[in-house]
């Protein structure tokens, strides 16, 4: 009976054990101990693509079916709100995220400290090359891109041949004269959103950097005093090709906002817009028969030099390296470019033209202008985006001045002086 009794013990003992461990297996024990345990774990991402918040919303329901015991809190600050500043004063006030986005090079290096080193994550192998650069450092990778983008005037090719435009206009006089052509036929050339600091001061000022015989070289000078904005022949001719949309415009472009010039694109009341082809969405939801394609933003006489379009990392996803969730967040990012459903999203629901080769896009899958960004990658006629490489703050200052010049409050030459004083004053 003793012995009995001792035997029921030991196997209530063995059983309270087991109970105890909860039945790991292997592979639970190395990654799904909080699934066992039913300890959830919030991964909190602060990001800025406006356009992507509803998909973002249901891939959310997705990933959290896969991974009940990871739950995504996704904030939202973009379409015109100033990112970096939200950004800090999570940070200062301890609700830091755990991802976030950093737009590359300059802005990686003031983030440094908070940054994950992700060089060990099996999708860096599959990173196009373009994209990896603005978040490599001595070798080593520390953001996920989200995306390539490209940006230039939007078109409207149906429009374009009831004016009788036969040639895409690759310089400023061919551009010139097909902005007369569609003012005859009754339609607004440009739709243009002045109104929006980002697109003129982030990427409307763009070829004017990217078109210096060493951009680098040039961005260094201006920081050193061996460069300066006022005489340089680029932003020259980069004035005057903003002066061009205006004149050729729609009325009260300072206070037209993003939204307003897509409508005006969609409803073919203006033939073109500055803008990139995270647009397609919102063009889309109003009329999604639209003909369109990208032109360069030509300055001056020089086909073949203006003959490219701008692109660029719209933003990296990075993780903060301080964050007690990290490795949660390791996994978010890692289903999001190898999960069928992520993959899907990203070319079909964002229309995003994927910075890994591991993730395939049609033309249909990424529409007119994403197929059409693609066309000028693969030729080789790309601008590379140059506003992460500038100092903290300099695209809300440069939008300021550019937009004072709109207005009639200064010249040209005023308006490069301002930016040359906001440089030296933030390159400090």
Do not use: R
Not at 123 to 140: E, H, I, R, S, Y
Not at 255 to 261: F, G, V
Not at 293 to 322: C, S, T
């Amino acid at each position: 009976m003793k012995k009995m009794k001792l035997t029921l013990v030991m196997l209530l003992a063995f059983s309270m054990v087991l109970a105890a461990c909860g039945g790991k297996s292997s592979e639970e024990g190395s990654g799904s101990s909080d699934a066992a345990s039913g300890d959830v774990k919030t991964v909190k991402i602060f990001q800025f693509k406006t356009e992507i918040v509803d998909g973002l919303n249901e891939l959310k329901v997705e990933f959290e079916k896969e991974h009940p015991n990871i739950k995504l809190d996704i904030q939202t600050v973009g379409g015109g709100a100033d990112y970096g500043a939200s950004l800090k004063t999570k940070f200062a006030s301890g609700d830091a995220p755990d991802i976030f986005s950093n737009g590359g090079y300059a802005e990686m290096e003031m983030w440094f400290d908070n940054l994950e080193d992700l060089s060990d994550q099996p999708w860096v192998a599959d990173l196009v090359d373009m994209a990896k650069k603005p978040m490599t450092k001595d070798g080593k990778v520390y953001g996920m891109p989200m995306n390539l983008e490209g940006w230039g005037y939007i078109y409207n090719k149906d429009l374009f041949e009831q004016a009788g435009i036969t040639e895409l206009p690759k310089t400023y006089s061919q551009l010139e004269d097909a902005a007369k052509k569609l003012e005859a036929i009754g339609v607004t050339p440009f739709a243009n959103a002045y109104q929006e600091w980002w697109l003129l001061g982030n990427q409307g000022i763009n070829p004017a950097f990217a078109l210096q015989n060493d951009p680098d070289a040039f961005i260094k000078g201006l920081s050193d005093g061996t460069e300066k904005f006022a005489g340089n022949p680029q932003f020259e001719a980069w004035a005057k090709l903003m002066q061009l949309t205006l004149d050729h415009g729609n009325k009260n472009p300072l206070t037209t906002d993003y939204n307003t010039a897509v409508s005006l694109l969609a409803t073919e009341k203006a033939a073109m817009m500055q803008n990139g082809n995270w647009s397609q969405t919102e063009i889309d939801a109003i009329n999604p028969e639209l003909n369109l394609g990208f032109l360069p933003m030509p300055m001056g006489e020089d086909a073949e030099q203006n003959d490219k379009l701008n692109v660029g990392v719209p933003a990296n996803l990075v993780i903060n390296k301080n964050s007690p969730v990290k490795e949660e967040a390791k996994v978010f990012l890692n289903w999001l470019v190898t999960s069928d459903i992520g993959k899907e999203y990203i070319v079909k629901k964002f229309k995003f033209i994927p910075a890994l080769s591991t993730i395939e896009a049609t033309p249909e899958d990424m529409g007119d202008l994403g197929a059409s960004v693609w066309e000028y990658v693969q030729a080789g006629k790309v601008l590379p985006q140059q506003a992460p490489k500038f100092p903290d703050g300099v695209t809300q200052e440069f939008a300021n001045s550019m937009q004072a010049y709109f207005a009639g409050k200064s010249d040209v030459t005023k308006m490069l002086e301002d930016m040359q004083a906001s440089w030296d004053s933030l390159s400090q």
